[in-house]
């Protein structure tokens, strides 16, 4: 497992490359005082295990995990994480749910998108 961590003033950044098996897809986590924000969950099931491992061993919550957009290789990996607030955009949630993301299912899903708060003014929420 690598993961390239890139220290600021008031968060971090742990970026996750998987191995070749897992077609290099990235996953990040989000670093704040107090809670962690999980980028994309990866391809792979094992890949994202190793995600999710590495965010508890930063013994902090995960306040949430974002996902970007609905290619397969940014949300397979979101069973692993079943337990925390997915967000993702209204468009994205479809694509999730018709090939299989039971997380989409989830009354813990919000959606950000029109007549909501962007995802800057989400992010800021965390403390940072």
């Known amino acids: 497992m690598v993961f390239i961590h890139k220290k600021f003033s008031n968060f971090s950044i742990h970026s996750y490359t998987a191995p070749e098996k897992g077609y290099h897809v990235n996953s990040h986590i989000i670093e704040t005082k107090n809670n962690l924000v999980i980028i994309d969950t990866q391809f792979l099931v094992k890949s ?7 965010a508890k061993s930063l013994n902090k919550k995960i306040a949430r995990v974002i996902v970007t957009h609905a290619h397969p290789d940014h949300w397979f990996g979101n069973s692993i994480f079943a337990n925390c607030d997915i967000y993702r955009k209204r468009a994205v949630k479809a694509p999730c749910f018709s090939y299989g993301d039971e997380t989409a299912q989830k009354k813990t899903i919000v959606h950000i998108g029109l007549g909501q708060r962007p995802l800057q003014e989400t992010l800021l929420d965390l403390n940072f």
Not at 48 to 54: D, H, L
């Open 48 to 54: 994202a295990e190793e995600v999710f491992q590495f």
